[in-house]
């Protein structure tokens, strides 16, 4: 029988400061100005250096009609620039917007759109004729140099940050943050983790700069820690990523989940130069990686969870607190309540969704006041509905128990499947389209009726409209969708055709790599010209697809699953050692 007491659970209450994040980094910069804070493009940055450039970028930025209230949108490569970009924008008082420039055209066109910036800050050349107002920073020192003049004003009051998130109308929505809700974050990091009088820390940024949870590290960059932008061609490949976080004795990790995995199956933790702590979020932790940290020797693992909407992380748990997986207890300043679909209490112990109150919470959404009433309640205080289905047990934890809805984070990006739908609807010879989560390790698969066109071509149009972690595994072409009592697309119902069975003759070495694709993406067969990411693999999945084959014998890195990316390219690379005497597989599909 469940305990009747309600599920309410509530953060340490700190007082907050009327302060912004760029007022904590000047602060640092002013008690130590030759302490490196940022280590990107292979330079050493001291505070007084970094902030002197921030500075004078802010009075460019100023010039061209950043003012507080205004919105930057900074469309930066991964470097120092990208860096100085949001510390230039608060020094400026404006709202930083983030946006990936490797994204497709069209959905940068719509975040444009729909954000109305007063300055588009780039290093990109290609992103010059794609906005009214642009200012590109690609030869910097140049044109930086001598701007120097008095610090623009700003103000506490007004949003920090705007980030862009997958919208179920087809439409990305813009989550808009303020200094207030920042500022306690970097409390919470402060006071729970910054290790007191042990110096500071090297901290791994590792994120992508597009995620919320990139402040994170940069809340550790303005406590006086010492930041490591880690690039690119490092991120990608974990093996990599290991090597660069030894070289640099980085002390502090973050990841999802997925991208911490395989970090330690490169070897994240052996040996004696070890990070101390290792930070993830952005995903569910399954057991197996909860209990490995658990029990890993002098390093501290903690899980964070929180919605966008709520700055980045709203909750937190060591893992050497409980044995089985929690989202933990809430950050300062911060109330956790589980409810019923009336919002009121449920009992302690069972499911409801997630209600978050308190200093964490964003402003709302930007130009959508009904979605803002409809997410950001008001019962006795402001609260979001997180749509996250959980439980509050009696020692306190949070349990997280799936989304209320069918929105789900795909390698640490929240998606929400109607989006997709609603590129595919609108895609020429397309009648009707479903689109559902499917695998242990989640991905988007299409259903999809056409009236002209293949899906293949489908495939390629959605790949130059979608960035690609909307991208879909696979898309199956349909006689007809399954339909319900109501008319309605029976999504339960969805399936693959049945297919008539033919037979695929692979080599010795093609079925070695056949059999290392299907096991790692989880999938019943593939044929020589099967396509690796056509197939559902990304980045990480494709360097564990590496050291699969190299167990097997066969020398091959992550830059050979990503030029030969099909099973026949790649059986090129197996040796005749471990090709074996017989001269042939036979398969069925």
Not at 334 to 348: C, G, K, N
Not at 429 to 442: L, S
Request: hydrophobic content about 40%; glycine content about 10%; aromatic content about 6%.
């Amino acid at each position: 029988m469940s305990d009747p007491a309600p599920s309410l659970v509530h953060g340490t209450r700190r007082r907050l400061p009327h302060v912004t994040w760029c007022d904590l980094f000047e602060y640092r910069a002013r008690r130590t100005p030759d302490r490196v804070c940022l280590v990107a493009d292979e330079v050493a940055w001291t505070f007084r250096e970094l902030d002197r450039w921030g500075d004078r970028l802010a009075q460019v930025l100023g010039d061209a009609g950043a003012v507080p209230g205004t919105v930057v949108a900074c469309a930066m490569t991964r470097s120092v620039r990208a860096v100085l970009g949001v510390l230039a924008t608060a020094k400026a008082g404006a709202a930083h917007l983030p946006i990936d420039p490797a994204q497709p055209a069209a959905r940068v066109d719509a975040i444009l759109t729909d954000a109305c910036p007063a300055v588009v800050l780039t290093d990109v050349a290609s992103l010059a004729a794609r906005a009214d107002v642009l200012l590109s920073v690609e030869d910097w020192r140049k044109e930086l140099a001598g701007r120097d003049g008095p610090r623009l004003p700003r103000t506490a009051k007004g949003p920090a940050y705007l980030i862009y998130t997958s919208g179920s109308t087809g439409q990305p929505k813009g989550v808009l943050v303020g200094h207030r809700s920042l500022v306690n974050l970097y409390g919470e990091l402060a006071g729970r983790f910054f290790p007191a009088g042990h110096g500071p820390q090297r901290v791994a940024h590792g994120l992508p700069l597009v995620f919320d949870a990139s402040w994170n590290p940069l809340s550790w960059l303005a406590g006086g820690h010492e930041l490591h932008l880690v690039p690119d061609s490092v991120r990608a490949d974990p093996g990599s990523y290991v090597d660069f976080v030894r070289e640099h004795r980085l002390s502090v990790v973050e990841a999802v989940p997925a991208q911490m995995s395989a970090l330690l199956d490169a070897g994240l933790l052996d040996g004696p130069a070890r990070p101390r702590l290792l930070l993830m979020g952005g995903e569910a932790i399954g057991q197996d990686l909860w209990s490995h940290l658990r029990g890993a020797a002098e390093v501290t693992a903690v899980n964070l969870y929180g919605p966008t909407e709520c700055t980045v992380f709203t909750t937190s748990c060591g893992l050497g607190e409980r044995a089985t997986p929690s989202i933990g207890r809430p950050i300062g300043n911060t109330t956790a309540q589980v409810v019923d679909e009336d919002l009121r209490p449920v009992p302690i112990g069972e499911p409801g969704e997630l209600l978050i109150s308190g200093s964490c919470l964003a402003l709302g959404y930007l130009g959508r006041p009904g979605l803002t009433a409809d997410r950001f309640v008001t019962t006795g205080e402001r609260g979001y509905r997180t749509g996250d289905r959980c439980r509050l047990m009696a020692d306190g934890h949070l349990e997280w128990l799936g989304r209320l809805d069918d929105q789900v984070k795909i390698r640490g990006h929240r998606v929400e499947p109607g989006e997709v739908e609603q590129a595919l609807l609108a895609s020429p010879g397309v009648r009707q389209a479903a689109v559902r989560v499917e695998g242990a390790e989640p991905r988007l698969v299409a259903y999809v009726v056409l009236d002209t066109g293949t899906a293949a071509r489908l495939r390629e149009r959605l790949r130059a409209l979608l960035p690609a972690y909307l991208l879909p595994s696979a898309v199956i072409p349909l006689d007809a969708m399954p339909l319900g009592p109501t008319g309605k697309i029976d999504r339960a119902a969805l399936a693959p055709p049945v297919t008539v069975r033919r037979t695929v003759v692979l080599t010795s070495p093609q079925e070695l790599v056949a059999s290392a694709f299907r096991v790692q993406l989880e999938i019943p067969a593939v044929d020589a010209d099967s396509d690796f990411f056509d197939l559902g693999g990304h980045s990480l999945s494709a360097a564990a697809l590496a050291v699969r084959l190299r167990t097997l014998g066969v020398p091959c890195s992550l830059r050979d699953v990503l030029l030969r990316r099909t099973v026949a390219r790649l059986a090129e690379l197996v040796p005749t050692t471990t090709k074996g005497a017989t001269p042939s597989w036979t398969t069925t599909t």
